[in-house]
Structure formats: C-alpha cells, structure tokens
T-cell receptor, first 114, second 111 residues
Framework: EAEVAQSPRYKITEKSQAVAFWCDPI?????LYWYRQILGQGPELLVQ????????DSQLPKDRFSAERLKGVDSTLKIQPAELGDSAMYLC????????????FGSGTRLTVV | KNEVEQSPQNLTAQEGEFITINCSYS?????LHWLQQHPGGGIVSLFM???GKKKHGRLIATINIQEKHSSLHITASHPRDSAVYIC?????????????FGRGTQLTVWP
C-alpha cells in the first residue's frame, strides 16, 4: 500500500540550530500539507502546497520557518533558528485533489529542541 | 473557539465494552474525517463521511448534518483499540482541502 514517507523519524536539536524535515507524498498526489501537533492537541496546518505552489501558509511562522516543494513532488520544511517552543510532532499528509478525496498521513517527525 | 470540539477528552474502558466518541463542529462542512493516532505518532484515516453512516469492522461512524454532530462507535472494544481518535472537518466550499482538527480523545482499553 502506498505511503507518505517522512524523515527523520526523530530529531533532537539544540536551540538556535537549523533543522530540516523531508516528506515524499504518495505518487500522483498534487496536494501536500505540513502540520504541527503539540502534545495533547490536534494538528494545526503550517503550509499547504498544490503541486509546487503554496496555497496556504497563513499559519507558518515565516521569520523562522520555510517550506518548499520545488518540483511538485517531495517537500522540505526548515526551521532556523529552532526555539524550545518548536518541540512538537511535524506531520506531512497528501491527497489527490483535496481532503474530500481522502487523506494519507506520514508517520511524522518528532522534534525535541533542547 | 475551536471549530471542532470532541468529547470526552479521555476515555477508559474494559475490554468488550461499547465505546462512543462524540464530535461537534460549528462550521458548514463538506466532509468529516475520523482519524486514529497511535503512540508512535502516525495518523491513519478511519472514515470520511458527509452523510449517514459508515461501518468498517467493529467501527461505526455516523453524522447528523443538521445537528452538526458526529459519533464514532467501537463495538466489542479491544486493548489494541487504545489510541487517540481525532475528528476533523473540511469546510464547505473549501476547494483547498484544509482540515480543521479536534483535540483528540485518548482511549485506553484494559484487558
């Protein structure tokens, strides 16, 4: 069964360092989402791509976060510099034509900033 | 105020019990999703529904559009059902597909 691949699975980084996460969606899925989930809460959207274009990054802290999907396939989310409050699960998801046609989530990257 | 509210926040059950998790939402929706998240963090989609009822094995999801309410039922619960169950909605008219999530219900089933 097709999966959304994410790496790394776990990441520990020191405050003020740079960190990057990678996501490879299901082949053919045009829509890609990055979510952040703080412990005990539901996921919150950081950025949404349609092919290579950003369609929603209103909740992305742009002073330190950046995301790209250069060829409309895999995507990278970067944080620089990392802060203690960035400790969370970062989830990637993809869908073929938007959430009404089904969603598939990756296993997530657990980030701990120390 | 969150667009999606779930209850209860935590639920403990004995193996075999019938379980119900509730979800209410405050916006017009085009679809509602029930998701399952295990301790490792990955999320699995259980159901996507926009009306009526769906069943998959021991899981049943219902939605009442007029009352803006959905329920997830687990019959004959088992310890392997222990997980966080999350309700999420896609807003009506949203062609972009963004999901709005509830905070989740932590279910623990004891043998």
């Amino acid at each position: 069964e097709a999966e959304v691949a994410q790496s790394p699975r776990y990441k520990i980084t020191e405050k003020s360092q740079a960190v990057a996460f990678w996501c490879d969606p299901i082949s053919g899925h045009a829509t890609l989402y990055w979510y952040r989930q703080i412990l005990g809460q539901g996921p919150e959207l950081l950025v949404q791509f349609q092919d290579e274009s950003v369609v929603d990054d209103s909740q992305l802290p742009k002073d330190r976060f950046s995301a790209e999907r250069l060829k409309g396939v895999d995507s990278t989310l970067k944080i620089q510099p990392a802060e203690l409050g960035d400790s969370a699960m970062y989830l990637c998801a993809s869908s073929s034509r938007g959430a009404n046609y089904g969603y598939t989530f990756g296993s997530g990257t657990r980030l701990t900033v120390v | 105020k969150n667009e999606v509210e779930q209850s209860p926040q935590n639920l403990t059950a004995q193996e075999g019990e019938f379980i119900t998790i509730n979800c209410s939402y405050s916006v017009g929706i085009s679809a509602l999703h029930w998701l399952q998240q295990h301790p490792g963090g990955g999320i699995v989609s259980l159901f996507m529904l926009s009306s009526g009822k769906k069943k998959h094995g021991r899981l049943i999801a219902t939605i009442n559009i007029q009352e803006k309410h959905s329920s997830l039922h687990i019959t004959a619960s088992h310890p392997r059902d222990s997980a966080v169950y999350i309700c999420a909605v896609t807003g009506r008219g949203s062609t972009l597909g963004r999901l709005y999530f509830g905070r989740g219900t932590q279910l623990t089933v004891w043998p």
